[in-house]
């Protein structure tokens, strides 16, 4: 015990000694150790390619874009009105020289009807026409001339302008014949003498519907005045075309969308009465006209800048106008005119027709051989002379 007490006393004074000898000695610096890393060889790794897999890749759908639009321009609705004519056939059923001093054996209502039975079948909506002297009447033969009405509601007329030689009638024949029209019978310058306060015999204007587009008409015949008037009955008084015209059309007061003037007069005026070139120049409202009377091969002339169609007479010729209109606002306008005139010379009589107006045939020539003699066939020798 007393020996351990000694060993820890002397271990406790080496300690303090030890202690002291350390402060006197220079202070000793150890250099810092520096830290060495080794390097490492870099290790080359393989690449390694993996197998591609197959991949379905879908086909592409192109995106069409449409184009804008393009704004829609709507047209104006358009339609086509035909109109055909007659005029002066004078009677004439066959093509038949009724008369010695007559013409030759051509024309006639056979040859018309085989005209307009294949117009009809090109325009079904077609307005047929006559431009007066239908019949064969005559002022020196005392009985009534053989009727035409038959003839022209077969053949489906629409309308029927008075001329000179239905004027010759009595008035209470007229009228009975005329009753028997299923068309419209017109003439805007004809009074009964007797009575002209009560107005015009026969309306002076008709109005037709034609696919919804209205065409009116309206027309006069040709003054009897000087050598005309004793071929007359006393009956009627006829007056001037162009006021009478001009009267017309402003009753009608626009209620149409075609105008057409129906005449029968001469090409101009003569003795102071208007021609239908003064009329047509003179009555603005007027798209064009028809007329008869002149008995011309060629007749397409104008007035005004406006077709004015004639015929020939004896049904030589027919005539038909294509009208071309057009809606603009709402209300149907002329664009065109395109004007024909056809000879029926080269087409053949409607063989049902000569058939089943036999009997009206053989009627007229009795009506001719009742009354044409002596002096009679020297006033048609010189008609072209003396009436123009």
């Given at each position: 015990m007393?020996?351990l007490k ?28 520096k830290?060495?890393?080794e390097?490492?060889?870099e290790?080359e ?30 047209e ?27 013409r030759?054996d051509?024309?006639?209502?056979a040859?018309?009807?085989t ?5 009809r ?29 038959p ?9 029927f ?8 009638m009595?008035s ?25 306060e ?34 007359l009955s ?6 001037d ?26 090409k ?8 239908v ?9 007027f798209?064009?006209?028809?007329n ?9 002339w ?12 004896y ?37 049902e027709?000569?058939?089943r107006?036999?009997g009206?045939?053989?009627?007229t020539i ?5 009354g ?7 006033y ?9």
């Amino acid at each position: 015990m007393k020996n351990l007490k000694r060993i820890f006393i002397l271990m406790l004074v080496l300690s303090v000694i030890g202690c002291s000898n350390i402060q006197e000695k220079e202070e000793i610096i150890t250099p810092p150790i520096k830290e060495v890393i080794e390097e490492k060889p870099e290790i080359e790794v393989p690449e390694v390619v993996l197998p591609e897999e197959e991949v379905e890749v879908e086909e592409e759908i192109p995106i069409i874009v449409p184009e804008p639009a393009k704004p829609v321009i709507k047209e104006n609705p358009k339609k086509e009105i035909v109109i055909l004519a007659t005029a002066d056939v004078h009677g004439r059923i066959y093509p038949h020289k009724y008369k010695e001093f007559d013409r030759d054996d051509i024309g006639g209502f056979a040859k018309v009807s085989t005209f307009v039975k294949e117009m009809r079948k090109k325009y079904p909506d077609l307005l047929l026409i006559d431009m007066g002297d239908a019949y064969f009447y005559e002022p020196f033969v005392k009985t009534n001339s053989p009727s035409i009405i038959p003839i022209l509601n077969e053949l489906d007329y629409d309308l029927f302008l008075m001329g000179n030689h239905e004027l010759y009638m009595s008035s209470a024949y007229l009228k009975e014949e005329v009753a028997k029209f299923n068309g419209k019978a017109i003439v805007n310058n004809v009074y009964l003498a007797k009575d002209e306060e009560a107005g015009v015999i026969l309306p002076g204007s008709a109005v037709f519907e034609v696919d919804g587009i209205k065409v009116a008409f309206t027309g006069s015949s040709i003054p009897q005045k000087g050598i005309r008037k004793i071929l007359l009955s006393y009956e009627y008084n006829i007056s001037d075309a162009l006021p009478e015209t001009e009267k017309s059309v402003k009753e009608l007061g626009g209620n149409y969308d075609l105008l057409v003037g129906t005449f029968h007069l001469n090409k101009f005026g003569q003795g102071g009465d208007s021609g239908v070139v003064e009329v047509m120049e003179a009555v603005d409202e007027f798209h064009f006209a028809f007329n008869g009377h002149e008995h011309v091969d060629e007749g397409d002339w104008t007035a005004n800048g406006k077709h004015i169609i004639a015929n020939n007479a004896y049904g030589i010729t027919a005539s038909y106008a294509k009208i071309q209109m057009e809606q603009i606002d709402g209300k149907w306008t002329v664009m065109s005119i395109e004007p024909h005139i056809v000879s029926l010379n080269d087409v053949e009589s409607d063989k049902e027709f000569l058939q089943r107006y036999r009997g009206l045939h053989q009627e007229t020539i009795e009506y001719v051989d009742s009354g044409f003699s002596g002096w009679e066939k020297v006033y048609h020798k010189l008609h072209n002379y003396i009436i123009p």
